[in-house]
């Protein structure tokens, strides 16, 4: 039988070390590609934020040409509506005139 040589205590430290930093090596290349997998996550999320941004300001500008476009409708209907209310208001007057005098 062949008996293994006992192994020091400075030499099982120094082995010891070595596994941790092996160990260390390998953890700290998993984060780093976690990492990089976040960064690349994040820089899509900034790209869309910056496209939704712009989209924003787009519509933004699409809806005040709308609100433009409808308070100057708005302001002719209105126009249209205070003309025709002051005509049917004079025929009426003098549709009432007319009963009047008529007696009718």
């Given amino acids: 039988m062949i008996r293994r040589a006992r192994m020091t205590i400075d030499r099982l430290k120094k082995r010891m070390d070595g596994?941790?930093?092996?160990l260390e090596r390998r953890v700290n290349g998993r984060f780093d590609a976690?990492?990089?997998?976040?960064a690349a996550v994040d820089a899509r999320f900034d790209a869309v934020d910056a496209r939704l941004?712009?989209?924003e300001a787009r519509i933004g500008a699409r809806f005040d040409s709308v609100i433009e476009k409808l308070d100057a409708h708005f302001l002719i209907n209105k126009n249209h509506f205070d003309h025709h209310a002051v005509i049917l208001h004079e025929h009426d007057d003098r549709l009432k005139d007319?009963?009047?005098?008529t007696g009718t």
Wanted: proline share 0%; hydrophobic share 45%.
């Fill in 19 to 22: 596994r941790f930093t092996a």
């Fill in 53 to 55: 941004d712009r989209m």
């Fill in 98 to 101: 007319l009963e009047r005098q």
């Fill in 34 to 38: 976690v990492d990089a997998r976040f």
